[in-house]
């Protein structure tokens, strides 16, 4: 079955958002090289004073991401969400694709369990000297509902993460990053 995809411009033509039956994406242009977003994105300490969603709490013990593989723990708090209610939890992320400068995807995976098979990223691409496109996007068409215990099944929607919380991470990385 065909996608059916929606554009809408957002904060006032700054960016756009792109959803799908299996994909969100929010997009804008940034005021930084690809190389300064990209050194930004890999840090996982970053991605907590991305977040707009406010679920990550902390990245403990983490460093660069440099390859497929590479793993880190973030501190997760479902709360802000106000759809299950699983409080304070911890998850392990394990990148699954990287580029440099120019993408870097990672899967959710728990502590003791394996990645549900949906992805989180971000696409890089440069569009002048000093001028990012930046998109943050989560796709879950490989979502295997069946690694979750079952009274769950119904109740993990996607996305996971509304996609004003999405663009309030693309605002942050952009007003972040320009700072940096």
Not at 12 to 21: A, E, I, L
Not at 22 to 40: K, L, Q
Not at 97 to 103: E, G, Q, R, Y
Not at 152 to 176: G, Q, Y
């Amino acid at each position: 079955m065909a996608s059916v995809s929606l554009v809408s411009r957002y904060a006032f033509n700054k960016g756009s958002t792109v959803t799908s039956t299996d994909r969100v994406a929010v997009s804008r242009i940034v005021d930084a090289s690809a190389a300064d977003v990209f050194r930004f994105v890999t840090n996982p300490k970053s991605h907590v004073e991305i977040d707009g969603s406010g679920m990550l709490q902390a990245a403990p013990n983490s460093r660069h991401l440099e390859a497929v593989g590479d793993t880190f723990e973030m501190d997760m708090d479902r709360e802000p969400l106000g759809d299950i209610p699983l409080g304070k939890y911890k998850v392990r992320n394990t990148v699954t694709k990287i580029v440099p400068d120019t993408l870097l995807e990672w899967n959710v995976g728990g502590m003791d369990r394996p990645p549900l098979g949906h992805v989180y990223g971000w696409e890089i691409t440069p569009v002048g000297d000093e001028k990012t496109e930046v998109t943050n996007y989560c796709d879950w068409s490989d979502f295997d509902p069946s690694g979750l215990p079952e009274q769950m099944r119904d109740r993990v929607k996607f996305p996971v993460v509304p996609v004003t919380m999405m663009e309030k991470s693309v605002e942050n990385l952009a007003r972040l990053v320009t700072q940096a």
